[in-house]
């Protein structure tokens, strides 16, 4: 009989698979609508050089060591730290590492799918024209009737099931023919499509003005705000600590060159970000005749720039082709997303994949319904400042991803004797060997607590707006305090962790997944006042944020 982990994993028939496959993990939603804005408001070139820095010297060792300990061990993700440590002889409880992953993914993939949901229901608005010659009131009042206004969260949960129900039909496939296929196909058409798109912005947009934004060199905007930034990015960027990686570097075939395919993989979700923000930041500037401040995440996708393609030609067919590209983005994280609790339910109870995948799907719908119903009928509801999504998100960015990812490079860098860690790591001259090691030891582990300390301190302040009960929030000092650092508007009978859509004079500034929220939003100057059946943009940016 089979014992409780000896159902072994899938494995790809191609070598580059896994480059494919993990490309379509790390590039998230935040590439295409936040880091392009990131970048330009903090010195463009220079920043992106800083971020490449943070990401390639810092960061991607960690990723190495993620996909090396699924390649070594050939199992999912508990299975694969159970055995390193097995063979070792270290504690047992390093397996909770695994464990917690498996977790963080499938939490992620719970809010990660409203975010698919919402975007699918884009590519339907735009095709059947909703969007064209839309108003920005309109524009508006679309999102907000869809994701925020109690009477229609039925509609909502319709297109967020539907959004799973394309996750789950092809994953239920299997590894080879579900998953393989899938990424093999939807990442070369998602990049066929950005470059069809880059150049309709060169010829009807302002490209030299997105150019000027994103790339020219601007070291005076550069901060050690914005190196923070960049190196917060780049560490939720790479989908750390959510499984992906062991259970990708586990189904990797045995040619496969993992430490070029983890460079490079780096390298082109990078160079995504960047074609993604010169398409967007070109069409949504050819309509200005100032460059305006820079829009970022749900103002930018879906007020700004379908407002900025109604006025261009064949605008209703290319904002079709842009939120199908969104999709295609939601669609590869979320497949990547539901893989590690698969995996884990297929070795942990020797389940067929097709129940597996079945049952991690409606698990995750259901836990979805929490962050769906968070920014509608719940929207009241709250414990400690937050809602059920503020604080399933928070668990994820601040608890479960940080710690997962420091055990990781503890148990790596000090729990593994060093002929263990030198079979993972592979040929490879000794001092790549020597760097990587001391880097997983105590470089990692230092910007791991930094991050996750900033981004729980920013967190904490964020849910202190018009709760100054909160043990750790400060008391107001007055009717006309300010509120602390990232906590957002002053205090006000509403609750702040939702985008209010009332016109503000601030935006209200919240963090997000990545700690990237006080980079915040400016208030869209095209907005119009509220009422009379009006309503006026987003004023935050706080809806579902992953850099998955």
């Not at 209703?316 to 497949?335: D, E, G, K, N």
Request: charged share 10%.
């Amino acid at each position: 009989m089979r014992g409780r982990y000896q159902t072994p994993v899938g494995s790809w028939t191609h070598r580059t698979t896994f480059f494919w496959a993990t490309t379509g993990a790390t590039v998230g939603l935040s590439d295409i609508w936040t880091f392009p804005a990131m970048a330009g408001d903090n010195g463009g070139g220079v920043f992106i050089l800083v971020y490449l820095f943070c990401l390639l010297g810092l960061i991607v060792p960690l990723m190495l060591t993620e996909s090396v300990i699924g390649r070594g061990a050939r199992h999912g993700v508990v299975l694969s730290i159970d055995a390193l440590r097995r063979e070792a002889g270290a504690p047992t409880r390093w397996v909770w590492s695994g464990r917690l992953s498996v977790l963080a993914g499938f939490l992620v993939l719970s809010f990660y799918a409203v975010i698919g949901g919402i975007c699918l229901a884009y590519v339907f608005y735009a095709a059947y024209g909703q969007l064209t010659d839309a108003a920005p009131a309109a524009l508006a009042s679309n999102l907000s009737s869809l994701v925020q206004q109690a009477d229609g969260y039925r509609a909502f949960m319709g297109w967020h099931a539907a959004f799973l129900v394309m996750v789950l039909v092809v994953s239920g496939q299997g590894v080879v023919n579900g998953l393989e296929r899938a990424m093999r196909v939807v990442l070369p058409l998602f990049m066929v499509l950005l470059l069809a798109l880059l150049y309709y912005s060169a010829v009807f947009g302002n490209l030299p003005a997105a150019v000027d934004f994103l790339l020219r060199m601007r070291p005076e905007d550069v901060t050690l705000d914005g190196v923070r930034m960049a190196l917060t990015h780049a560490f939720y960027t790479l989908s750390l600590g959510t499984g992906i990686l062991i259970v990708f570097g586990a189904y990797s075939a045995p040619t496969t060159p993992i430490k070029r395919s983890v460079f490079a993989v780096a390298l082109v979700d990078t160079l995504i970000a960047m074609l993604a923000g010169l398409v967007i930041y070109a069409l949504v500037f050819s309509g200005t005749a100032s460059l305006p401040g820079a829009v970022q995440g749900f103002s930018l996708v879906f007020l700004s720039l379908p407002e900025s393609l109604s006025m261009l030609p064949g605008g209703q067919f290319v904002a079709t082709a842009f939120f199908v590209l969104i999709v295609l983005v939601a669609w590869s994280s979320s497949l990547a997303l539901l893989e590690p609790a698969v995996s884990w339910l297929q070795e942990r109870l020797a389940a067929p994949r097709g129940w597996s995948v079945l049952l991690v799907g409606v698990a995750a719908w259901l836990v979805g319904l929490l962050s769906l119903f968070s920014f509608n009928i719940w929207s009241e509801a709250s414990i400690l400042g937050g809602t059920a999504y503020r604080w399933i998100e928070l668990l994820t960015s601040t608890v479960l991803i940080p710690v997962v990812s420091l055990l990781l490079a503890f148990f790596v860098g000090w729990a593994l004797p060093e002929v263990v860690t030198d079979r993972l790591i592979g040929r490879a001259p000794r001092l790549f060997k020597g760097l990587w090691l001391w880097t997983i030891r105590l470089v990692l582990p230092v910007i791991i607590l930094y991050v996750g300390i900033h981004y729980a301190m920013q967190s904490g302040s964020s849910l202190c707006s018009g709760n100054h009960k909160l043990f750790w929030c400060a008391p107001a000092a007055g009717p006309d305090a300010m509120p602390a650092e990232g906590a957002g508007e002053p205090a006000s009978p509403a609750r702040s962790d939702t985008p209010s859509l009332e016109p503000t004079s601030e935006p209200e500034v919240l963090p997000d997944a990545s700690g990237e929220g006080e980079a915040g939003l400016r208030p869209l100057e095209q907005a119009a006042p509220s009422g009379a059946g009006q309503e006026a943009a987003p004023s935050s940016d706080d809806l579902l944020y992953h850099s998955v």
